[in-house]
């Protein structure tokens, strides 16, 4: 793909029909659970895009046996009942989030000793929570580079854990990311003697803290949240032959929002009002926004409202918030300005995407304040202009939204999309072209 992408100004409403790969963040989850099981797993419905194939090349490189079908999207992985094959290696997560946090876990907890590397985005990130709880757990930490950051090199501390016949009892903060809780929890079946993890943060709970335990439970795996804290029982165990993955709601909210900013009409195949992704809230912010959501067969359509105007709200996403930068990007198009509530956290993600959000809209001549966990968008006009992704996915795909209604929008480094969409702009610009 070039350097720049040029969106296509619309001349009518949209009505699109596509369909969207399976979700990063649950594509993610199942191969873990599947190199933990003990059984051979079947996964389908797999997302193939940059942070899953380090997924996957790091379970080969840890010796894991992975059959891999890029074409039917199926990967089969053999599990090893909570070992890991080889007991030294090294391995390289790029800038996947979840690999990092997901591995780093199961590694610490693992009776061997790894490298583990990554991206230099990805070594920016936050992992110090999770650091702190390895070390207190008995886990030998070399930082490599920067102290609390990515690379280390790591000594698990599986035969400490083992030796314990009470649960496990770990205290974790998740405010600056739920991944940490995720990790553990889905690696829990290595903790033999169970384990219990009381939250120390404000925040408790979240929509990927919940996708985790419902993917645990379909292994066979149960918790139990008691609003402080976590546990998992002793000699729990995934079991699991086939597993599909849902199609990714983070990828569909794009289209839907296209229909809304162009009064037109977007289905999005096999994604239904079941799907239990956190980032389905968004039709309820599209919906109190003015447009109707509705399921059929085939999947959920969204239609842009019948006024041809979006209403302005505050909405509060902070456990949807992948779609803070897809409001922001359609907000200038409301009515009354857009308000985005206790959305600290993005600050630390791929991209400080508060900043972004600010920088870009403005760059593009709309009004946008900017505070330490929200944002004010003012309604506007965006002009043309090349539009910035900081080497972030979701910039670059909410932000071609607003090429839909104006003439002249750059995206640059469209490629960083390779990330969890890789095809985004190839169905956009086909999806375009065929408006006349």
């Not at 009381?198 to 803290?209: A, C």
């Not at 946008?368 to 944002?375: K, N, P």
């Not at 309604?379 to 607003?402: C, E, W």
Request: hydrophobic letters at 40%; one cysteine or more.
């Amino acid at each position: 793909m070039s350097e720049q992408f040029m969106v296509k100004k619309l001349k009518h409403p949209v009505d699109w029909t596509v369909e969207v790969p399976g979700s990063k963040s649950m594509t993610n989850r199942a191969l873990l659970l599947a190199a933990l099981s003990g059984d051979t797993v079947s996964l389908d419905g797999v997302l193939f895009s940059e942070d899953s194939r380090h997924f996957l090349s790091a379970l080969q490189m840890l010796g894991f046996c992975v059959e891999i079908n890029e074409a039917k999207r199926s990967v089969r992985v053999k599990g090893c009942g909570g070992m890991i094959p080889k007991k030294e290696a090294e391995i390289n997560v790029g800038s996947a989030g979840t690999a990092a946090r997901f591995l780093t876990a199961m590694l610490g907890f693992s009776d061997g000793v790894y490298t583990i590397r990554a991206s230099e985005q990805m070594k920016r990130r936050p992992m110090a929570p999770l650091f702190a709880l390895l070390r207190d757990a008995g886990a030998e930490i070399e930082y490599l580079e920067k102290e609390n950051c990515l690379p280390v090199r790591l000594h698990g501390c599986a035969p400490e854990t083992k030796k314990q016949s009470e649960p496990l009892l770990l205290a974790l903060d998740i405010s600056q990311s739920t991944q940490f809780l995720s990790a553990l929890l889905l690696i829990s079946p290595m903790i033999r003697q169970g384990l219990c993890i009381s939250i120390t943060s404000e925040k408790k709970d979240g929509s990927y803290i919940r996708i985790t335990r419902k993917m645990m439970e379909d292994f066979g795996a149960n918790t139990v949240f008691c609003g402080h804290y976590y546990e998992v029982p002793p000699d729990t165990a995934y079991h699991k032959a086939h597993y599909t993955v849902e199609p990714d709601m983070s990828a569909a909210c794009y289209f839907y929002a296209a229909a809304a900013i162009t009064g037109g009409r977007a289905l999005v195949k096999r994604v239904h009002m079941d799907n239990t992704q956190g980032d389905l809230k968004f039709l309820d912010v599209l919906e109190r926004m003015g447009c109707a959501v509705g399921e059929t067969e085939d999947g959920i359509v969204v239609s842009g409202p019948e006024t041809g105007e979006l209403r302005g709200i505050t909405a509060d996403m902070n456990d949807f918030s992948d779609q803070a930068l897809t409001l922001a990007a359609i907000a200038p198009f409301a009515a009354e300005k857009v308000r985005i509530e206790r959305i600290g956290h993005i600050r630390l993600q791929e991209s400080d995407r508060i900043h972004a959000i600010r920088a870009e809209l403005s760059r593009l001549g709309i009004r946008c304040d900017e505070e330490a966990e929200a944002v004010t968008i003012y309604p506007g006009n965006p002009h043309g202009g090349v539009v910035f992704t900081y080497d972030d996915h979701r910039v670059a795909m909410a932000f071609s939204l607003i090429g839909l209604k104006t003439d002249g929008i750059l995206i640059d480094n469209p490629g960083c999309c390779r990330k969890t969409f890789e095809d985004y702009f190839s169905i956009l610009a086909r999806l375009t072209s065929a408006d006349c």
